[in-house]
Nanobody, 121 residues
Framework: QVQLVESGGGLDHTGGSLRLSCVAS????????MGWFRQAPGKQRELVGS???????NYADIAKGRFTISIDNAKNTVYLQMNSLKPEDTAVYYC???????????????WGQGTQVTVSS
C-alpha cells in the first residue's frame, strides 16, 4: 500500500506563487516517477507535469514557463512550484507516484487525495 499526502494548497491572488509538496510513503521497491495533475470544476483531470527519479521533467503547455517540478528522492517527495498564478489555475491539484513493488515487477500508480488551489483575480 502506497500513500501520498499533498500539502501547500490555498488561496492566492493573480501573479502570486504557491509551492505544493507531496510525500509518498508505504511499501514499494522503488519510485520511478512522480507528477502532478489538476482538475478544475466541471473539467476533466489534466496533466501538469511529471519528473522521473533521475530528474527528467515533462511539462504540459499549461505549466511551461510558470511551473517547476522537482523531486527529493531521499524524502520520496515531489514539489510543484507555481509562479505567476492565474485565476484559471484554480483547481484541485493531485500528485501521483509511479512505483515498482519489486525489482522485476510492473509499474503501478498511486494518487493523492488532492489539495485545493484557488487564485483570485
Amino acid at each position: 500500500q502506497v500513500q501520498l499526502v499533498e500539502s501547500g494548497g490555498g488561496l492566492d491572488h493573480t501573479g502570486g506563487s504557491l509551492r505544493l509538496s507531496c510525500v509518498a510513503s508505504g511499501s514499494f521497491f522503488r519510485i520511478s516517477a512522480m507528477g502532478w495533475f489538476r482538475q478544475a470544476p466541471g473539467k476533466q483531470r489534466e496533466l501538469v507535469g511529471s519528473i522521473t527519479s533521475g530528474g527528467h521533467t515533462n511539462y504540459a503547455d499549461i505549466a511551461k514557463g510558470r511551473f517547476t517540478i522537482s523531486i527529493d528522492n531521499a524524502k520520496n517527495t515531489v514539489y510543484l512550484q507555481m509562479n505567476s498564478l492565474k485565476p484559471e489555475d484554480t483547481a484541485v491539484y493531485y500528485c501521483n507516484v509511479d512505483f515498482l513493488k519489486g525489482a522485476t515487477t510492473a509499474t503501478f500508480r498511486a494518487w493523492g487525495q488532492g489539495t485545493q488551489v484557488t487564485v483570485s483575480s
